[in-house]
């Protein structure tokens, strides 16, 4: 998976081609891990000039399978939400997102494909072949059935040592297999080489007692001082102290894993009139009357001597942790109520998560996946809607943080996000930097914002090279574009070494994307002018924005705006500028 071309390119301006002359999808590859005995995932890259596709046909050894879109309607659980967003775009205002992602069903074992992929034009004709890709399907794995370990599946027996024994059983390749019924359990321990399976109809339900947890989980950071509890799933040495590699874990089905984490209030409806699950929003003056799992583990943590305030922000599990993992897959399943984060991806490599559902707003810091020191990330065709900031990256925290390595390399497309602190996020751990990050195509209504950069003058590092583009939104709820560096999280232990260098935000691009009825602003910059901490190098270009809301810079450097229009603003002027300089205005409406 090699994220880091994924950049290439990206400042390349589209050349006017006439309408028959399209350009073939590049780079067509499968994701890490992204098959099995009877699928294959492929995705691909847009062509640099990509304005008259409206689909991309899909071919196996010279036989087309089908189009992008038709599949996606099939396999992805955010493509129906996508859909009714354009459907509901009546004056026609947003930018059209592409779909370029496809699985393929009903596969042979052991057996050898060879995919291209055809862009196809608005009177369906189609481009000349990708490059070819190929890949083999999997042998059929030997099975690992946890009913044949002794699990019971009737949501009242703990069944963790059953699971367990399953895993431990699990030879090279296997898979374990959660069936149909719902297995309670406490922390799992996944190993390398295998993949876990919570089929369809199947529910992993957290445990709510904090014993079924080991209370020495794992330490966030080399420099941290506080050891967390274990999560429902983990890839962990069971000494947190200790160093342990792992590689080619998968976690797959169309199963639930529910972390029991909070009390549920009545569901809403969405935008599709489908039930959505609501938890009771919580802190850590309130967790007693209104958690489950994470009332337990801090009355725990507080019995131990911990004060309130650390407990509740650190002893609550997550649903799944891994650490120092090369090559993993996330596929199909939803995600439900976690006592403390969602997906934890900590000093990982080569990590994919796809056609996944993630509900648990307004579960407090129910993130939907978090990536730390990794390197090589692909999120796509997920449905978020979460507690907390949806897809996440984390780099440590201040002066130690440089000993580290950046959380870098991830692409981002094709996502459906509806509640969530922020579509993608950076920070507020940004000491060892964030950096080369893609997200492309994705759609939001009803996020607080949609790229969302957070820091402090005391963390360091920040995020560089990231591209933010082609993409629709509506209902921010705050702001559309943020960067700052007055953040402050009220669950933080400052346990590390300040350092003497503020965050900065640089060298990142936003471009075609539009907005439609932004919350408190559009675009906010932050920087902290007073101590000559300045972000630079933001560029904005081709971006439209509807509504009031306006555009809040203090504290920036060197950066432009190019064709960024703002409409319905009631004839008020939405700029506020200052303490700012080097900056550049180009096709303004209305100008600064």
């Known amino acids: 998976m090699q994220c880091t071309n994924l950049l290439a390119g990206t400042l390349a301006m589209a050349v006017s081609l006439p309408l028959w002359a399209l350009d ?7 994701p890490t891990l992204a098959y099995d005995d009877q699928h294959i995932i492929l ?4 062509p640099a000039n990509h304005t008259n596709i409206t689909d991309y046909h899909i071919y196996a050894n010279g036989k087309l399978l089908g189009s992008s879109n038709t599949n996606n309607t099939q396999v992805s659980p955010a493509k129906p939400y996508i859909d009714q967003f354009y459907r509901q775009d009546t004056r026609q205002f947003h930018h059209r997102i592409a779909i370029h992602s496809f699985t393929a069903q009903g596969l042979k074992p052991n057996t050898e494909y060879r995919f291209t992929v055809r862009s196809v034009g608005r009177n369906g004709q189609e481009s000349a072949d990708s490059a070819v890709v190929v890949q083999r399907t999997t042998k059929v794995p030997a099975l690992f059935d946890v009913k044949r370990y ?10 963790t040592a059953a699971i367990q024994h399953a895993i431990d059983a699990c030879t090279t390749g296997c898979k374990v297999l959660l069936p149909p ?3 309670k359990s406490g922390a799992l321990y996944l190993k390398s080489n295998m993949t876990l399976e919570i089929a369809e109809g199947a529910t992993l339900l957290g445990s709510d007692r904090p014993e079924d947890y080991p209370r020495d989980g794992y330490i966030q950071y080399p420099y941290s001082t506080t050891v967390r509890p274990a999560s429902l799933i983990n890839a962990l040495p069971r000494d947190p102290h200790q160093h342990q590699h792992f590689e080619n874990i998968r976690i797959v089905g169309k199963g639930i894993i529910d972390g029991n984490g909070w009390k549920r209030s009545a569901d809403v409806l969405d935008e599709r009139g489908q039930p959505l699950p609501v938890y009771l929003a919580s802190d850590n003056t309130r967790y007693m009357q209104d958690g489950v799992l994470a009332k337990a583990q801090v009355e725990r943590a507080v019995a131990e001597g911990m004060n309130v305030k650390d407990a509740y922000g650190q002893m609550r599990s997550s649903l799944i942790t891994l650490r120092n993992v090369k090559n993993v897959f996330y596929g199909g399943f939803t995600v439900l109520n976690p006592a403390y984060h969602g997906i934890m991806n900590l000093e990982t490599e080569n990590v994919v998560l796809a056609n ?3 509900k648990t707003f307004d579960a407090n810091n129910g993130d939907g ?6 390197r090589g990330a692909m999120v796509f065709n997920n449905f978020f809607d979460t507690g907390d900031d949806c897809v996440n990256f984390a780099a440590g925290t201040g002066a130690q943080a440089v000993e580290q390595k950046p959380q870098e390399d991830a692409w981002i497309f094709n996502n459906y996000f509806r509640k969530g602190h922020g579509m993608v996020v950076a920070g507020s751990h940004t000491g060892a930097w964030i950096q080369n990050i893609l997200a492309e195509d994705n759609v939001s209504d009803g996020t607080d914002a949609g790229l969302r950069m957070k820091s402090t003058n005391f963390m360091g590092g920040g995020a560089r090279n990231v591209v933010f583009r082609d993409s629709a939104m509506r209902n921010t709820a705050k ?10 999280d009220p669950n933080a232990k400052l346990d590390y070494q300040k350092s003497t260098l503020a965050g900065q935000f640089r060298d990142v691009r936003v471009s075609d994307v539009t907005v439609e009825n932004a919350g408190l602003a559009a675009i906010e910059v932050k920087g902290d002018s007073q101590h000559g901490a300045y972000h630079q190098g933001l560029a904005f270009e081709r971006v439209r924005f509807s509504g009031p809301a306006k555009a809040k810079i203090d504290g920036l450097r060197d950066s432009r705006f190019d064709g960024v229009h703002f409409v319905e603003t009631g004839g008020a002027n939405p700029w506020q500028v200052a303490l700012s300089d080097g900056l550049t205005f180009h096709d303004v409406e209305p100008a600064p």
């Open 24 to 30: 073939a999808p590049v780079k067509p590859q499968i």
């Open 43 to 46: 995705v691909w890259q847009k």
């Open 150 to 159: 002794g699990a019971k599946g009737d949501g009242q027996t703990l069944d």
């Open 181 to 183: 019924g719902t297995y």
């Open 356 to 358: 996944t559902t993630h």
């Open 369 to 374: 996946i978090e990536f730390a020191n990794s």
């Open 479 to 488: 702001q559309a574009f943020i960067f700052t560096l007055d953040y402050n």
